[in-house]
């Protein structure tokens, strides 16, 4: 059964950093693009960032632009987003899926950005 696990979230000081990553679904997603998402509290999810699925192309929500940077590694089977200058609005939980994404998601995992 195909699983998204995402780890490396925490807490963290505005201004600081975090790399998240994503795997748990092995090759079944070589092929497809893969995207990063969010939800803070009482928010609906939204999009972050897109990566197809040789990572030649990238796409980024206005609000994280020039800050978060997406990747893979598909030897590893991984997604991943280095998160830089980090807001306390960035603060939620984040998910990984497939672009469209999936019915199913993720535990995700929390960033909370304060001082």
């Known amino acids: 059964q195909v699983q998204l696990v995402e780890s490396g979230g925490g807490l963290v000081q505005p201004g600081g950093s975090l790399r998240l990553s994503c795997g748990g679904f092995?090759?079944?997603?070589?092929?497809?693009?893969m995207g990063w998402f969010r939800q803070a509290p009482g928010k609906e999810r939204e999009f972050v960032a897109f990566i197809n699925w040789n990572g030649a192309s990238t796409t980024y929500a206005d609000s994280v632009k020039d800050r978060f940077t997406i990747s893979r590694d598909n030897a590893k089977n991984t997604v991943n987003l280095q998160m830089n200058s980090l807001k306390p609005e960035d603060t939620a939980v984040y998910y990984c899926n497939t672009d469209p994404p999936l019915n199913y998601w993720g535990k995700g995992t929390l960033v909370t950005v304060s001082s």
């Open positions: 092995g090759r079944t997603f070589r092929y497809n693009t």
